[in-house]
């Protein structure tokens, strides 16, 4: 390899993924970082680093400035940008050129091609590419595009010509949804690519999201390295990706990867690239191309047996492709599961990471930007780390993943691993039959009350609490020698939860919950992994206190044990007396685009009250109840915080 020193223009996993790659090959590091990331993992991993500036993106990351100076004070020879911020920027990737070093992606002009998903189209159609019917005229005027809506037959897709990530995209079912879907679309599509242009296609409902994997060199070579199936996804983001596709038979799969192949080589393209298509039966639709690698492409590593950032780092070095497409031959089963730091309604979540223990084994491989104690960062996209497993078929990678998501421990920062594991664990997805539509087809996406803990979880987080109430050294031999009967009260689930506790015999602990007595012994702690035997069996967990509260993660669930208020201490809060006046707070930082009400206003239930603008997205917030607007403290264009309280509605009657 030619490269002696690389910078990713990146963070999280994906930047210490190319890191270690490049670890392997022999070339030096260079990590670029904001303030919000100055103790970030990529950092710490590469040979040299440099601060970009806050932690907005736009003043950090985004920056093509700021990371040019950092090209050229390092002296980096190539540059490897990554996914999102500017992986996909010609813009940034003449930058690069220009500052005398290589850009480890695409050229510029097919990147600028395939950037317009319009473009794109029009290169589809001239590569025998089937596309989907619709209209990406210049006139988009609002009048055009119902005329348009109407000629293609609802239901239409709105959606952005530039980007990606389902920004700037609106599903309508009738016409007189259309023109709030279309000011919605542009605006959002404004906020994240600088370019509001639309275009309509026909909405097709209920496919399946199919993508095929290309590479190309310098000399005009390209080969696929065959599909991915991508179905589902929560709010058009992907969540579990597979390869290969459960729905592609040998001649499907050979038209729709020879089609990829012909769309690259009808661009020019080379580097790594991926071509997406919907599937629906037995017929396939161009969607878009991305010009850079993938999330997922992990999962192509693993059934082909090749290190796409090996490929593409050779590649830009003006290295021919290595092999042909004969080379390159299909071999087992590989998922992905994508592991966001977000709520239950699927909305970012920070905080710092009490414990972060992903599971290991055989076929197991993780792809992390995060270790435990790292702080999770509202500025940046929510994704923590992507476990992948393989086994030969695709029966048994599905067992290993579920073990696998049963074995996976984050404290601190809430989770998708709820989610993941209704995903994994359900019989359609054990069938292969996944669709976009598989969340709400079969309401996994749907919150779900905290667990109560089985008593055998209540037991090993009750023995490491008392074992540190009472002990200096609690996780030492027989910290139980001074402990006289005691009961201990937590409030778990929802639930209030009793624990009695004495000192039983042989330096054990007996522990009696719900009437049942447990023995425990042996109780360990290192590095947040709890284990103890009780009643005789080996029992394990993983541990973390958050200030007063105990949180542990046992077989595939986590739970908060928290000591209830003391006496006379109102547990609503502040404000909890007030039922008839609901405040509506934030989810996390951001801009509000819209208000759609006024102060003194009566609202129905439902009514949509104002929309934030947040990690690209617009939110909006509703009406929780019939009522009066009191209080609207923010205006159109303002920026809040996180726990903001963006309306005041005090209910009806």
């Not at 500025?379 to 497993?389: F, G, N, S």
């Not at 039983?504 to 023995?519: H, I, N, Q, S």
């Not at 947040?528 to 077989?555: C, E, H, K, M, Y």
Request: net charge negative.
């Amino acid at each position: 390899m030619s490269f002696a020193r690389l910078l990713v223009a990146n963070r999280g996993e994906i930047s210490v993924r190319v890191i270690r790659a490049c670890r392997e090959l022999g070339i030096e590091t260079v990590a670029v970082y904001s303030e919000a990331d100055a103790n970030a993992m990529h950092r710490r991993l590469a040979d040299r680093s440099y601060l970009l500036g806050p932690a907005p993106a736009a003043e950090s990351y985004l920056d093509i400035g700021r990371l040019v100076a950092a090209i050229e004070e390092s002296g980096a020879e190539a540059v490897h940008p990554g996914y999102g911020f500017l992986s996909e920027s010609a813009a940034f990737a003449r930058a690069v050129e220009a500052a005398g070093a290589v850009w480890v992606g695409p050229p510029p002009e097919a990147m600028e091609l395939m950037g317009s998903k319009v473009r794109a189209k029009e290169l589809a159609r001239r590569a025998a590419v089937p596309t989907v019917p619709g209209y990406d005229g210049e006139d988009e005027s609002e009048e055009r595009l119902a005329e348009e809506a109407e000629r293609i037959g609802y239901p239409v897709l709105v959606k952005a010509a530039a980007g990606g990530g389902g920004r700037g995209m609106r599903a309508v079912g009738r016409p007189e949804d259309l023109a709030e879907a279309v000011r919605g679309a542009r605006r959002e599509a404004e906020a994240a690519f600088g370019d509001g242009s639309l275009f309509l296609e026909k909405l097709v409902e209920n496919p399946r999201h199919v993508e095929v994997q290309v590479i190309g060199d310098k000399l005009g070579n390209v080969v696929h390295l065959y599909e991915r199936e991508c179905s589902i996804q929560r709010r058009h983001q992907k969540v579990v990706e597979e390869a290969p596709s459960p729905a592609l038979d040998p001649d499907l799969r050979e038209a729709i990867c020879v089609a990829a192949v012909r769309l690259a080589r009808e661009a020019g393209y080379h580097n790594a690239g991926t071509v997406e298509f919907l599937l629906e039966g037995n017929e396939f639709y161009f969607l878009e191309m991305n010009a850079r690698l993938q999330v997922e492409h992990p999962v192509t590593e693993l059934v082909t047996g090749l290190d796409l950032v090996h490929l593409q780092l050779a590649v830009a070095a003006g290295e021919p492709l290595p092999l042909s497409q004969e080379d390159i031959t299909l071999r087992g089963s590989a998922v992905e599961a994508r592991v966001y730091a977000e709520d239950d309604a699927g909305m970012p979540a920070g905080g710092r990471l009490l414990a972060f223990s992903p599971p290991e084994g055989p076929g197991v491989r993780n792809d992390a930007g995060f270790e435990a104690g790292d702080e999770v960062s509202l500025h940046y996209d929510p994704m923590l780390a992507k476990l992948i497993v393989y086994a030969p078929d695709r029966e048994r990678s599905v067992r290993r993943l579920r073990r696998a998501l049963d074995d996976y421990a984050v404290l601190g920062v809430r989770t998708n691993l709820p989610l993941l594991r209704r995903i994994i664990g359900h019989p359609a997805f054990a069938a292969g039959e996944t669709t976009v539509a598989f969340l709400e087809e079969h309401r996994l996406a749907e919150p779900t009350p905290e667990p109560a803990p089985p008593p055998e979880a209540l037991v090993l987080g009750a023995a490491a609490d008392l074992a540190a109430r009472v002990s200096a050294n609690p996780f030492a031999a027989g910290p139980w020698r001074a402990l006289g009967a005691a009961r201990l009260r937590y409030l778990a689930g929802g639930e209030a939860r009793e624990v009695e506790a004495g000192r039983g015999g042989g330096g054990t602990l007996k522990l009696r919950v719900e009437g049942e007595e447990y023995t425990v012994t042996d109780l360990r702690l290192r590095d947040g992994s709890l284990s103890a035997g009780v009643n005789g069996r080996p029992v394990t967990g993983t541990l973390a206190w958050d200030g007063g509260d105990l949180l542990l993660s046992f077989a595939g669930r986590t739970y908060r044990l928290a000591r209830p208020a003391p006496p006379g201490v109102d547990e609503a809060g502040p404000g909890g007396g007030d039922a008839g006046r609901a405040s509506l707070t934030a989810p996390m930082p951001g801009t509000v685009a819209r208000v759609l009400v006024a102060e003194g206003e009566e609202v129905e239930e439902g009514r949509t009250l104002l929309v934030l603008e947040a990690m690209k997205m617009e939110q909006p917030v509703a009406a929780p109840h019939a009522g009066v607007v009191r209080k609207l403290p923010y205006g159109e264009g303002d920026m809040v915080p996180g726990g903001a309280v963006l309306a005041e509605v005090e209910e009806a009657g």
